[in-house]
């Protein structure tokens, strides 16, 4: 069984760095074709994909964010790290990682999230 | 980057109706599309890949179609448990890409 779990603050300052922590159990990154991403979403908005990285460590970022943006893994832990700098209130959303695999099951979506953590830029 | 433009944006309805949300790309993304249902408070849930294949678990009502840069979700009957925010995702490319939602409501 897939499970993944998002951890991190809940508040931080605005021009902070933002590290989340995703924790992941039943799988395996250092397996061909897996994969972990990140998807954030403000409060009443739409799912946004920020980030993604694969078992041979391919990192692939949103265009727009791609300058504040680092994903790592550490396959040792199971877990996957984002960091957001100069965060900035537009930034509070709920941020989501979600597991990938091109070998098994839905072939290349996201088949399984974690619950989400809620982050808010204020001063 | 590759836009994926949902419609409509809202969609009332009643139980039992027959429920269709377009999902539109930018360019062809061939079948790479899924799509989600997310509720509210709640994390998205895979319903739909590679266009038409139903995730496993997932109620036979639900169904996709399309290729190419057209795509269709359809619900054959709606339950109550079906109210709920739906999201196309394309994974066609390096990047990936929401639609804005499309939000079914009770009429």
């Known amino acids: 069984q897939i499970t993944l779990k998002e951890s991190g603050p809940t508040l931080v300052k605005p021009t902070q760095t933002l590290t989340l922590t995703c924790t992941f159990s039943g799988f395996s990154l250092s397996t061909s074709g897996v994969g972990v991403g990140w998807i954030r979403q403000p409060p009443g908005k739409a799912l946004e994909w920020l980030a993604l990285i694969y078992w041979d460590d391919d990192k692939r970022y949103s265009p727009s964010l791609k300058s504040r943006l680092t994903i790592t893994k550490d396959t040792s832990k199971n877990q996957v790290v984002l960091t957001m700098t100069n965060m900035d209130p537009v930034d509070t959303a709920t941020y989501y990682c979600?597991?990938?695999?091109?070998?098994?099951?839905?072939?290349?979506?996201?088949?399984?999230w974690g619950q989400g953590t809620m982050v808010t830029v204020s001063s | 980057d590759i836009q994926m433009t949902q419609s409509p944006s809202t969609l009332s309805a009643s139980v039992g109706d027959r429920v269709t949300i377009t999902c539109r790309a930018s360019q062809s993304i061939s079948s790479w599309l899924a799509w989600y249902q997310q509720k509210p408070g709640k994390a998205p849930k895979l319903l739909i890949y590679?266009?038409?294949s139903l995730e496993s678990g997932v109620p036979s009502r639900f169904s996709g179609s399309g290729s190419g840069t057209e795509f269709t979700l359809t619900i054959s009957s709606l339950q109550p448990d079906d109210f709920a925010t739906y999201y196309c995702?394309?994974?066609?490319?390096?990047?990936?890409?929401f639609g804005q939602g499309t939000k079914v409501e009770i009429k």
């Open positions: 995702q394309q994974y066609n490319s390096y990047f990936r890409t």
């Open positions: 590679k266009a038409s």
């Open positions: 979600a597991h990938e695999s091109w070998i098994v099951g839905a072939g290349g979506a996201f088949d399984i």
